[in-house]
Nanobody, 123 residues
Framework: QVQLVDSGGGLVQAGGSLRLSCAAS????????MGWFRQAPGKEREFVAR????????YYADFVKGRFTISRDNAKNTVYLQMNSLKPEDTAVYYC????????????????WGQGTQVTVSS
């Protein structure tokens, strides 16, 4: 079993940057692919990014390509989401999760969710 703790959210002005972290417990962290999702008020949870176990392969939602970067440090059991050029529409609670299923953009393919971290981008 894996436990995830999300952190790094906050309030930032449009055009600013934040780096989210997802710290995992468990010795098997390095064998898991990981993903980030987000959920804005009144909206469904949506896929943001996904990284494979080694960090050699990544996928992004179209709306974050060129602005966000997912990475991982298996020695620290941590996954990161570097967010640059933030926009007010990026405001949401961001969650990391373990990818255990097939379709990487489907939240049903993920288990062991973090508690979420709030990101608020002001205009």
């Amino acid at each position: 079993q894996v436990q995830l703790v999300d952190s790094g959210g906050g309030l930032v002005q449009a055009g600013g940057s934040l780096r989210l972290s997802c710290a995992a417990s468990g010795r098997t962290f390095s064998s898991y692919a990981m993903g980030w999702f987000r959920q804005a008020p009144g909206k469904e949870r949506e896929f943001v990014a996904r990284i494979n176990w080694s960090g050699s392969s990544t996928y992004y939602a179209d709306f974050v390509k060129g602005r966000f970067t997912i990475s991982r440090d298996n020695a620290k059991n941590t996954v990161y989401l570097q967010m640059n050029s933030l926009k007010p529409e990026d405001t949401a609670v961001y969650y990391c999760a373990v990818h255990t299923g097939f379709v990487y953009s489907d939240s049903n393919a993920y288990d062991y969710w973090g508690q979420g971290t709030q990101v608020t981008v002001s205009s």
